[in-house]
């Protein structure tokens, strides 16, 4: 697997997302699929941030708020809001809801300024012609620990 970064010039795709006024980097290697809003089926005494579980083709899926988890105002769900699905390899599979995906882009790691905040869900921030892209790290986002 390490021979095929190095070919490539070491570069990631991210699909961009809105959340907010904000955009961010979700590594497509992550992505199993991306869906629109649907119900939700709310389930008791979940944390808070965590939204319900969603029927996604026979397979019960977890759906969580990255706005709630990053202390931010409740979703508002729009025509452009969207679910997610990450596939996670020790939790199998769930579902994050952004307010808008954007646009697949290919960083070069020259191109990523990393970041090593604690406690951030941020591990970097990518660079694509203008903008500035925040990059998640997923795995501090879908862990279990309350940061609260």
Not at 9 to 31: A, F, L, M, P, T
Not at 32 to 37: E, K, L, P, W, Y
Not at 101 to 127: A, C
């Amino acid at each position: 697997m390490a021979d095929l970064d190095i070919m490539e010039n070491d570069s990631k795709q991210y699909i961009v997302v809105k959340i907010g006024n904000e955009q961010y980097g979700i590594d497509i290697s992550y992505i199993d699929t991306i869906v629109r809003m649907q119900k939700i089926t709310r389930v008791p005494k979940a944390q808070r941030h965590f939204k319900g579980v969603i029927n996604l083709r026979g397979e019960i899926v977890p759906v969580m708020s990255i706005r709630l988890k990053m202390k931010l105002e409740d979703d508002e769900f729009t025509n452009t809001s969207r679910i997610i699905i990450l596939k996670l390899e020790e939790k199998g599979m769930l579902g994050v809801i952004v307010d808008e995906v954007k646009e697949v882009v290919t960083l070069s790691s020259n191109e990523v300024e990393k970041s090593s905040g604690k406690g951030s869900f941020i591990n970097g921030v990518g660079k694509h012609g203008e903008e500035l892209i925040s990059l998640f790290d997923i795995n501090a986002i879908v862990e279990e620990k309350e940061n609260a």
